[in-house]
């Protein structure tokens, strides 16, 4: 057997190994419900939906490396082994992997924290948004994208997805990851406006309240200050009568009507 037959036919082998272990890590990330997540599957499917070499689907009409490698040529076996090289790589295995996965997301999570401030949600709950078969089908770029908007709660993305999800489902197309971008940060200084006007109708409603209770004050002062002076009055009308009463002018003890009267 001749050098080149050698390697013809060792390179054959070690394609047929790599195409086995890509196709295990295939379907395990379908298995657990991520595939529509892992980014490394969504380029793999991509690449076997647009019949690429090296790609295909199974009967089931699942994705997978292809394995029929009689006929091919030293320079096609080549060029798939270095594809499934890059798929099985160690860095990417945490979009191939169901493990890399989950740590790969529990870094995104805290780093969503951290970029939109929403310290509420919990990582079953951003589990759940990766879960959810409308976000899975509506693609991991776009809700990922979309997550990263900074001020971006979890809420206010969901609401964007379904938003998008039921447009692509009565448009038939896609508007793409920009317009859907653009559409969360919209979205967020909405949000911070409706806020902000929330904040200064609480303050406005402090004030009245406040302006409220200074005039009921002043309405109190007033109306004690006018029965100070309606007592007075009638303290000088009774003084008034008396003198009347007593015949001649009121006047005070020791006046000169007085000193006459005594006389």
């Not at 009121?250 to 005594?262: D, L, Q, V």
């Amino acid at each position: 057997m001749s050098e080149y037959q050698d390697y013809f036919t060792s390179l054959r082998s070690e394609v047929e190994t790599l195409a086995k272990r890509a196709n295990q890590r295939l379907r395990q990330l379908e298995k657990s419900g991520i595939d529509e997540s892992s980014r490394a599957y969504q380029a793999t499917a991509r690449k076997a939906y647009d019949g690429l070499p090296g790609y295909t689907q199974t009967k089931a009409g699942n994705i997978a490396f292809d394995r029929r490698l009689a006929g091919k040529t030293i320079a096609e076996l080549e060029a798939e082994k270095e594809e499934l090289e890059k798929f099985l790589d160690p860095s990417t295995i945490h979009t191939s992997t169901v493990r890399g996965y989950k740590e790969s997301l529990r870094k995104s999570f805290e780093g969503y924290k951290r970029s939109t401030g929403d310290k509420n949600i919990t990582f079953s709950q951003y589990q759940q948004m990766f879960g959810d078969e409308q976000n899975r089908n509506f693609g991991y770029m776009n809700v990922r994208a979309m997550q990263k908007v900074p001020g971006a709660s979890a809420e206010l993305v969901q609401e964007q997805i379904n938003r998008a999800v039921a447009e692509q489902s009565s448009t038939k197309r896609a508007l793409g990851v920009a317009n859907y971008v653009a559409r969360v940060k919209e979205a967020v200084t909405e949000a911070k406006e409706a806020t902000k006007e929330a904040a200064s109708g609480a303050k406005l409603g402090q004030y009245l309240t406040l302006a409220k209770a200074a005039v009921k004050e002043g309405a109190k002062e007033i109306k004690q200050g006018v029965k100070r002076v309606a007592k007075k009055v009638d303290n000088t009308a009774v003084a008034k009568a008396i003198g009347k009463q007593k015949g001649g002018k009121h006047r005070k003890p020791g006046g000169r009507a007085y000193r006459k009267r005594k006389k």
